[in-house]
């Protein structure tokens, strides 16, 4: 092959490359978590019923509203779900606890389908109790 035609063949490719976006690989971007969010006010959880899919990625988005600290308390869902940041919960892993006017978000996945009880540990006897469904 010569010179020339090698050339030209280079060069024909070149264009090829840039007309079809420059051959470059573009990152595909990751899929943004779905945001759920619950907002706790004195005496209720604002959903009381919340739904998640087996396998999606969740940012739960908890926001208390009212004047007393609440606990968003749910150890048998956290322990069915995969959570990228653990340091939100407190130690023992079963609940977020929030002051008055904090928000905190949870990131996680679920892994394991099935109902599971949601309470403020400090007022569910004044009825602030809820359910998680996982499907």
């Not at 595909?28 to 907002?39: G, I, S």
């Amino acid at each position: 092959m010569s010179r020339r035609l090698r050339g030209r063949l280079a060069a024909a490719a070149v264009v090829a490359l840039a007309a079809a976006g420059g051959g470059a690989v573009r990152p595909a971007r990751a899929q943004e978590p779905e945001v759920v969010t619950v907002v706790m006010v004195e005496y209720a959880f604002r959903p009381s019923q919340l739904r998640f899919r087996l396998g999606a990625r969740y940012r739960l988005h908890l926001a208390n509203q009212g004047a007393e600290l609440h606990e968003f308390t749910a150890p048998a869902f956290l322990a069915a779900v995969d959570v990228a940041n653990p340091d939100v919960l407190v130690e023992t892993r079963n609940e977020v606890v929030l002051q008055p006017k904090e928000e905190k978000d949870v990131f996680l996945v679920p892994r394991r389908a099935g109902r599971f009880p949601l309470i403020c540990a400090d007022h569910d006897t004044s009825g602030m109790v809820g359910e998680i469904v996982v499907e």
